[in-house]
Structure formats: C-alpha cells, structure tokens
C-alpha cells in the first residue's frame, strides 16, 4: 500500500528499524488494525519481510525520518540508535514522536543517565566520568580496583564494558577510547548477587502498567533465558517494579521502557534504561495478559494500556542460537513443535553460528517444567542432542 | 517482495481470498516465518492490508490460481467457492493443495456432504435431492410439513435455506430456485435443542487434533456468541468431538475442518462441514494453546498439530458489527481497550451497518463474567450504552 490508499478508521504507527522488535510489532497491530510503516536499512530485514509498507533508508538520514514522520500518526523505534537532534526538529514541526527524543537522548548516554537518575534520588552505582585516564586511577583510589569502565554510548550485551585491574590497564582502555572517540565513565566493580529486569509501559495520559519484574541470567554476556515468575526475591522484586515505575514518570517515558537492576550486597542498583519492546520481554506474548508489543503500541497512540498479569502459574522463554554447523533451526520446526505447548518464534533472518534467530516459550503450571520444555524446544532447534 | 526474492528457510503458503481469515492466519504466519502470499479479488481487502506479497485476481481464473500455486509450497483457502476442477488440475501437476480438491468439492455440495457422511454410517438429518417440485411433496408426506428446502451450493449463514409449509411454497421455492440455476435437497424440519461445532485439525500424515465443541447461538441467522466450555451437554459435546474427528479422517481433510452439529430430539446430527478456519473457532487466538490459524498452517504444511487446551477456565468470543448509524468501531477502540482483559480484533473492513468488522475475546476464571466483559467490549465499540 503507499500512503494514497489509506483507509479511514486505521491508526498508522511508523517504526525506525526493521529487525525483530518491529517484527513482532507488527504481530500485535494486525488485531487492532494498526498499520506499521516501516523505515528498514534492508529490504530483507526480519520486519520489512512482513510489512507490506516499506522506506528503504538509513536511520541517520533526517530526510528518511522526515519521509516516515509525515506518513503516520506516531513516529516509534525498534532500536535506540537515532540521532535526538533529528528527532526534535520533527517534535518541533508538529510530529509525534514516542519515545520522545528527549528520552532517546537520555537512552543513548550512560552519563546523563547516571546523572540524572542519581540527581532523582534512584539508587544507581557509584560513578565518575573520564575525562582523562587519571579519572580512572582516582575513581579506583576511592572505591578500590577493579573498576568497570564503560562507553558512554552504543555499548549493550557486554560489549562497550572493561573491568579494569589496575593503572596500566586503565591507560591501555583510554588510550583505545581516545583513538575511537569513545566516550568514557567509571564505575564501582560490584559483586552481583543478580540481575534484574522490569518493563513498564507509560502512555502521554501519564498512565503506567508494569510487568513483573524478572531474573536475568547473563551468559557469555547475554541474556537467553527468562523464568516468570521470579522466585527468592521478592523484596527486591517488588521495589525494582515500584522504582522501574517511577522512573518511567520522571523522565517522561512513553512506550515500553526496560529498566535493568543490579543486586549486589543485597542492594538494588538501576544499571540502564532501554526505551523500547526489550529482549526480557518476549516472554510477554504467551506469558501476560497483554504482549509487550501491544502495550508499547497502546502506549504510543496513547491508548488504554492492558493488564500486565500471567496468563499461567509459570512462563519461560529461552532464545534460540544460530547452531555452530550453520545449520538453520528452520529445518528443525517440526521436531520442535511436536513438543507440546512450545511457542516457537522465528525473527526472519538466516542462520549464522550464534546469531540469535528466535525464541521459544512455554506457559505451564510449573516452572521447572516449563523451563526443561522450553529448553528441550530451544535445544532441538539448534540441533542438540539432549 | 517478489518471487525472485524469496529467501531460503522459509516455507511459504499461497492463500486463495484476502478476507479476515487470511488476516488471521498472518498473524499466526509471522512466528513461525512463514510466509503467505495471498490472491486478493480487491488490494484493499483485510488481508491484503497487512501481507507484503498479492496477486490481485478472481479465485474464478485458472490462470490467477495456478500462478499463486507456483510461487509457494502449498495452496490452501480464505474461503471454499473456487472450483475444485481447476484445483484438481493443479494437483495433477503436482501442486500442494489443501484441503484437497476432492475435500473442497464435498465443502460445495451438500447434497454429496449428506450422501457420503450417511453411507460412511454418520448421523444425517432425513433429506433428498429434489429433481422437480413433486420430490418435495413426497418427502413431506412422508415427514410431515413443514420441510426445509436448502441450495445444494453457496448457502451459508441462514441464506439459500427456505421453510417450505405446503405444496404451494414448495412450487414458489422450486420455481425461483430454477430461475436462478440452484440445485436443491430437501430435509426434515428438526426442532432444535442446540446447535453444536467442532473444529478439528488433521494433517497430511494423518494426524488429528480436536479443540473442544462449542454451542454456536444463532441471532438472525448469524452466530455472534461464543462461550467456551460448553455447559449442560457434556454427553453430545463428547460425541460431537468423536464424529468430528472421524470426519475428518474419513473424507481425508486436511487443515481445519469446522463441523456443525445440530442436537434434535436428544440426538446429535451432523448438519454441515466447512473445510477452513471457522467464525466458531476464533476464541482460540487467545483461548486454547493452539489458536486454529496456526493449526490450519501447521497442518497444511504437514507439521505436527498444537495442543487445543484451553488457556482459562472460560472463553467469552463476542462478534463486533458494524453500527445502525455507520459510525465506525475503530473510533471508539480506546474505550474497548480501557475494560481490562478484552482482546479486540479488527478486521481491516470499513463500518457498514450490520457488517461484521471483528470480534472481541476474554479469557477469565469465570465464564458468565467472561461473557460479560466481551459483551461490554462488543457493546463499547458499537456505540450502544448498557
């Protein structure tokens, strides 16, 4: 369809990015007769493929957006690389844009989000810029060696992050920053007793709706396995979901807005804010009343936002891995849907060893079981014998 | 995306008719990468809407139909009026369609539906072909007035079925069906206790799977009103569920097939069968394991078939039309959506009066407070205060 053709009645929602996130935005319109337009870097990209809407053109092109912005109702992201400057000359002309750039400024820069959240009054780790490799040496003076140094912006996955032991090791991480133009900060090394994760959804109107918050296991620095609910926390459970809620009013949010915790000496910490559908949140689509995809749509057109309960007693999510061979989990999906209750979701893309493809998920009565049968779905997709 | 783009790993579904049916099975579609390339009589059709790849063409034109076949891996339907001649051609070419010519041709003709279902030993109501009007007055002599006169093809949804009282009505009917071309068959009038359905998969391989039976209730004509489970009939539902499936394996169906029942003097009936995703099976998106789209696609790619569990205690599916005053129910979405746990699905069609523009589903632990919210849902978009 181009913009000629369109239909009264629909809501049109332009998406920047075509990757996953866009993808199972588009799974959640189709109900509520939303349209998604699409701005994708590649004609082939996991959304583009099943969008019938389409701009080619690059997220750093202020013309592309500009395109996209004048075709929809509401302009949203499917990743948080886009250039705020851009994003509020549109603001300024008039076009919605949600998140606003504003938060998407705040998302892209680890600094301003330490700083802001700390001038709040949220808990966050101690923290410093780096101007010069000296900032790294006094930070360790105060708070002892290690030090995690990090990359002010575009660092996510374990990439972008260097524990850092002592003053030599310091001075070779600023010496790379500098010659790539990184911008640095540093920050206390805490001995994590978990990772926690929550969604909460936030609409213009100022209402919010929060997800349970749930564990993050990170291995080899990413996250490929959820369990819901969390269980042994429920302390820190229940006041990550109350300050992950507070969080999204302070700073304005709107959409889904994934905040992640750290808990280290039985303390919570905020450790970063991702101002979109998230990875910790694909168990949502079976799992909860309302899909994050959903809610994150509600929430740009400033629709009522939907209940954030589980639709079982127990809801796992496991992704699934380009397999080493390079064999594709595709040829595999009737192996996995003969395992009962598996939700099998694939993104689009090809197969390449560790890629992440998809997911499974599994909603039961039992958590371990429902965890063993989204692992035995995942495992034999990629081929493992188990 | 054209043919010459079409990306490895992905099985692709050629869907005859771009209605809501075909709209719903994208939904289901994009999960599980695949891809459905849709032959829409009109580009703005629901479905047509949200799948990137149409041919724009009459399912009448052998032409259309065979170019669909040959883009994808099997053919199946939104709708059964497409002629099983030509589709028997094409699987004398070795095309994938399914439901099968020879299923589809038995979907058209319900005076074979009543031949073969009988001889198989399946519960029919009394009938006969009628070859001149003297056939109807010799049927009724012999069950008593009034009949009922039925077209052997293209009647559904109360319309092609007339109540004949006497031997005049019987010659008005019979004058106006050969006026119009329409074969016809004349049946017993059974008082009806209730109305029954059950939707069961079956795949290539032979495998079935039944979702529960459901009383379908009947308002002018048209089913309007789901509520899952079905309570007070347990005996003839757990008949139905059997017949169903032994349907389904004895006409060799493959897909969804949706069997309807009637329960006419303590006895279950078989009435009609409809070889596609059926009206009285939509609660399934949210209310079983399975929904029936994805089993449809499941099963005509010979993969194994889902669970069909419900995923509640109850499920309340309610019709959304369109209002007397043509407003359009999309205006008033944000108020559907403000009544938690409604799942509203659009149908991508302007508001016309009476038209059916979507449905809205709850799944609860209680099925009259079920029934309840989706009546209040249905109620909200149509503009009517309760």
Same mark, same amino acid.
């Given at each position: 369809m181009n913009e000629g053709q369109m239909t009264d009645g629909k809501r049109r929602v332009g998406v920047v990015g075509a990757g996953q996130l866009a993808r199972m935005m588009e799974q959640a319109a189709i109900p509520l007769d939303i349209e998604l337009v699409l701005l994708a870097a590649?004609?082939?990209?996991g959304a583009a493929q099943v969008v019938p809407e389409v701009i080619v053109g690059s997220p750093d092109d202020p013309a592309a957006l500009r395109q996209l912005a004048e075709r929809v109702d509401v302009l949203t992201f499917d990743?948080?690389?886009?250039d705020p400057e851009t994003l509020a000359a549109l603001e300024a002309d008039g076009h919605q844009v949600w998140p606003s750039s504003a938060t998407m400024a705040l998302a892209q820069n680890k600094r301003r989000q330490r700083a802001e959240l700390g001038a709040a009054g949220f808990p966050i780790p101690a923290f410093a810029n780096v101007e010069s490799v000296a900032d790294i040496v006094t930070f360790a003076e105060t708070h002892g060696w290690p030090v995690v140094v990090k990359?002010?912006?575009?660092?996510?996955d374990g990439r972008g992050v260097w524990i850092v032991r002592d003053a030599d090791q310091a001075k070779a991480v600023w010496d790379d920053a500098q010659a790539h133009g990184t911008v640095l900060l540093v920050e206390e090394f805490l001995p994590l007793e978990r990772e926690l994760a929550v969604i909460v959804a936030r609409n213009p109107s100022g209402e919010t709706a929060v997800y349970p918050a749930i564990e993050t296991v990170q291995r080899d620095g990413v996250c490929n396995e959820l369990k819901i609910p969390?269980?042994?926390d429920e302390a820190h459970a229940a006041e990550a979901e109350r300050i992950a809620r507070e969080i999204a009013t302070t700073i304005g949010a709107v959409g889904i807005l994934a905040v992640e915790f750290f808990v280290s000496r039985g303390t919570l910490l905020v450790n970063e804010l991702a101002p979109r559908p998230h990875n910790? /949140?694909?168990? =949502?689509?079976? /799992?909860?009343? =309302?899909?994050q995809f959903e809610q994150h749509l509600r929430a740009v057109l400033d629709l009522p936002l939907g209940a954030t309960g589980l639709n079982g007693a127990a809801v796992a999510t496991i992704n699934v891995l380009g397999p080493q061979d390079g064999s594709d989990p595709r040829d595999r999906l009737a192996d996995a849907l003969r395992l009962p209750g598996a939700h099998v979701h694939f993104y689009g893309k090809g197969a390449r060893p560790?890629?992440?493809l998809g997911h499974v998920t599994v909603v039961g009565d039992d958590l371990n079981e429902a965890f063993a049968r989204a692992q035995d779905a995942a495992s034999v997709l990629q081929g493992e014998s188990r």
């Open positions: 590649d004609a082939h990209d990743h948080e690389l886009v990359a002010s912006r575009g660092g996510y969390l269980l042994g910790s /949140g694909h168990w =949502t689509i079976e /799992g909860a009343q =309302t899909s560790g890629r992440k």
